[in-house]
């Protein structure tokens, strides 16, 4: 089974579990291919990605384009602040133009859910979802999960807590799609405001309290609070929410000993994730960094056919 089957990458819902795996498997040598003194294998020569963000991004966009580079593939990032967008240019004549351009892939990001979908359907470029409004972010679900399985050795039936605001986050919902195929306990905790709708739906464990959420798990992963996205009233206060959800040595207390927390960045500190904790032993949370290069490097190599001998070349 190979990526280069699939046209898109637009989420990990409909992503087969032996997919993820792949996916995981090709990461572990290209994470080594970043710890050489040289950087780069031919492996994408001749092909060529463009990044397209309408929405700020500091990790995903940048590790796409050093994902891309590191690969030999020609990689150009469209700057949508000053492209033709601001004269009115409609997505669709701006995807077609990038199109024209030979193209191979298209990694996009939109404050509107469906928008890549939208992409895709009207485009011969393979699409990849680098976060869509508030729907999925599925390499930052993939790049977690890798981090998880490299320090836990196995996906396996972990327990995993997502703490904070999981109504606007594409992260959980990615996350929950994707631990969900390898039999994970997923608990959500967050204020009841901060909830979807028939939460249970995500066959997940709803919790309201830190303490309960977190006892005996294997996995915290703690959500930025998205002030961006926030409706009014939500919850009293950021320092309100920080009394109550905020994650601290104190909080853990009750989970394994052994417990991860991971934080998909940038960290409000103070609110959502206390210093102690994402500077501490517990927290992988550089770690995801450099893992999200070499999973986007996986990913960008099967889905426009890379071969595995290429891969140390």
């Known amino acids: 089974m190979k990526l280069d089957r699939r046209k898109d990458l637009l989420g990990l819902r409909d992503l ?18 970043i710890k050489r003194d040289i950087k780069k294998v031919p492996a994408l020569r001749g ?46 004549d701006t995807i077609k133009t990038i199109e024209v351009m030979g193209f191979d892939l ?30 999925e972010h599925p390499t930052q679900a993939l790049l977690d999960m890798y981090t ?22 594409r992260v959980a919902r990615s996350n929950i799609y994707g631990l969900g195929k390898f039999g994970c306990e997923i608990r959500v905790v967050g204020p009841s405001t901060l909830m979807p709708p028939e939460v249970e739906k995500l066959s997940v464990k709803a919790y309201y309290s830190l303490e309960e959420a977190f006892a005996d798990v294997d996995v915290i992963n703690v959500l930025r609070i998205q ?22 040595p104190e909080s853990l ?25 994402a500077d501490g032993s517990k927290a992988v ?4 960094v450099t893992n999200g290069v070499a999973v986007r490097m996986a990913l960008l190599f099967l889905m426009m056919g890379g071969s595995k001998s290429e891969i140390v070349a």
């Open 227 to 248: 002030r961006e996205r926030q409706q009014s009233g939500l919850f009293p206060s950021l320092e309100e929410y920080a009394n109550l959800y905020m994650v601290t």
């Open 148 to 169: 998880i399985r490299e320090r836990k050795g196995t996906l396996e039936g972990l327990k995993v807590a997502i703490v904070g605001d999981i109504l606007h986050s």
């Open 285 to 288: 949370i550089d770690e995801q």
């Open 106 to 135: 298209m990694v996009m990001r939109h404050s509107m859910s469906g928008t890549p979908h939208y992409v895709a359907r009207n485009t011969k470029m393979r699409v990849i979802n680098a976060g869509d409004g508030a729907n």
């Open 47 to 92: 092909k060529a990605m463009v990044t397209v963000f309408y929405e700020p991004s500091t990790r995903t966009r940048t590790s796409f384009e050093i994902a891309g580079k590191y690969l030999s593939a020609d990689t150009v990032n469209l700057a949508v602040s000053t492209s033709s967008v601001q004269k009115g240019e409609s997505l669709r």
């Open 253 to 277: 207390k009750k989970a394994k000993k052994d417990v991860l927390v991971l934080h998909p960045g940038p960290m409000n500190r103070g609110v959502e994730i206390s210093s102690e904790i």
């Open 16 to 33: 087969e579990r032996e997919e993820i795996e792949l996916i995981l498997d090709t990461a572990v040598p290209m994470k080594d291919i």
